[in-house]
Structure formats: C-alpha cells, structure tokens
C-alpha cells in the first residue's frame, strides 16, 4: 500500500470513529494489512485519479457521483437505511449521509407493490449476475415482481418452465441457496416472473404489454422495453440486468427510477 493510501485510511478512520460513521468506503487500493477500528468497504475496479487542472468543485461533484453509486449499493447489500460513511479517494475525504440517497433510490417506498426483503434479494441477485456472469460469459436478464396474476395475464411461457411443480422452498429467492440455479435458468430467453413475496412462478417468461408509449433512453433493448411496458399497465416493479455492460435497473411505472452501474463494485 502507498504510504498516502495509508496515510489517508487512517485519517478516514479516525474521522469516522469522530462522527460515529457506519464504515469507511474506500476507493484507494485494498490492503489487508492496515488496521482499522472501523469496517471498511472496499470498491474494485475503479480507482479514480486525480482530475489534473480541474477546480474543486469538480473534484467534489466527480466524487460525490461515485460515492452515490457506492451508496446505493451498500443500502441494498446491507439493507441499512440510515446513518453515515466516510468515502476515502485518493485526493479526498467525505462524509456522507445514506439517507441523501433516498432521491436516487428508496426501496421502502415500493413496500405496496413487492416485500422489501424480497426486493433487497432479488436488486442482490441481480447486482451478482452483473458482475459474474455465467461461465465466463455476461449475461442479461430480468425479474418482474408483482401481483402474479396480472404478471401471468400480460405475458406468456415461452420454454417449458423449469420451477413448474416446484415447492415454494426451492423457488423463493429470499433463500441464498436458491441463487445458482436461478443464475442457471438467467441463462433462457425470457424473463423470470415473481410474486409479491419472492416466490419465482417461472422462468423463460415472455412480456405481452406494448411497449408503444414507452419512453427509455436511446441505446437499451426489447427486455428493458418489455420490462417497463409490463409495470406502466401491472401493479409490478421490475429489474433489469443488461448482458452488454451489466448495469442494473429498476423500472416502475413505465419509467427506470434506478440505475446500478457494474463498474463500482463493493468488496463487502
């Protein structure tokens, strides 16, 4: 470790232990050796230099975007809703509140249309399909979650559905054990279908509502589009893994309201 990067850990551990911070995010070089009062939270595959010749605002607000992305992620992952971290770049120390990202993304405002502790497994699921694939090779995917109903009326199989005749045990995606073979099956054309509570009714699912009034952003495809169409006309919430870039999105109400990017990735 770089004597800096050391230096500036031990700064963001005593200024964390002074406000009583959760963790310490860090986006220096991970290094085992240091010892730290507070955890710390390391974030692979980004190390952000330092912006040459730029004032500092721009520094802060280059900071302050990937402090939010991190954030984001550690409330899903942690399923912590409230308190503080300090953010450690390589020029930089932050104190930043997890609440502040409630304007990006809130998972307790969706508690009428999905379980929290479902929609935590499932935002969870996705974020690890994003990062690893199967087999070497990206995939992409998507989970609607809703009033299963509506979700089975506005879509149709399009493979023979591997959960068909499965206990809720084997396809509730609360249950950790339960992820591989939903990674396997991520794999099929299609999209999984879920109720309210997290118990998967199928995978290979083809979305049936149009799409027609659906505005996105240019450059995503037929899943993204389908998955907005089916929560503008059904109560549902849906996510999304894209195969080219692995981000992760959530989309309600016709509209994407979260957008996890695949190139912050926390170590927890």
Partial sequence: MKEKDRTLLLAADELARTVNAL???????????????????WVRDIQPEILR??????????????????????????????GTVV??????LLIYDIEDTNDQFNIEQYAEIA?????HAVLSLAIEISREGREGRAVGTAFIMGDI????????QGVLNPYEGHSESVRDVRIK????SVKEFAQLDGVFILDKNGIIAASGRYLDADGRDVKLQSGLGG??????????????IGVTVSESGGIVRVFVGGNAVAQIRNDVRLSL
């Fill in 23 to 41: 963790a310490i995010i860090s986006f220096v070089n991970k290094n085992n050796d240091i010892a730290l009062e507070t955890p710390v939270i």
């Fill in 87 to 92: 953010a450690v770049f390589p020029y930089a």
């Fill in 177 to 180: 054990e339960n992820w591989e």
């Fill in 223 to 236: 899943r993204h589009l389908a998955t907005a169409a089916i929560t503008k006309v059904a109560p549902a």
């Fill in 149 to 156: 109903e509506e979700l089975k009326r506005w879509s149709h």
């Fill in 115 to 119: 379980d929290i502790d479902a929609l």
């Fill in 53 to 82: 010749d730029h004032t500092m605002v721009t520094l802060v607000d280059y900071c302050s975007n990937h402090i939010i992305d991190a954030v984001v992620q550690y409330k899903i992952l942690t399923k912590t809703q409230s």
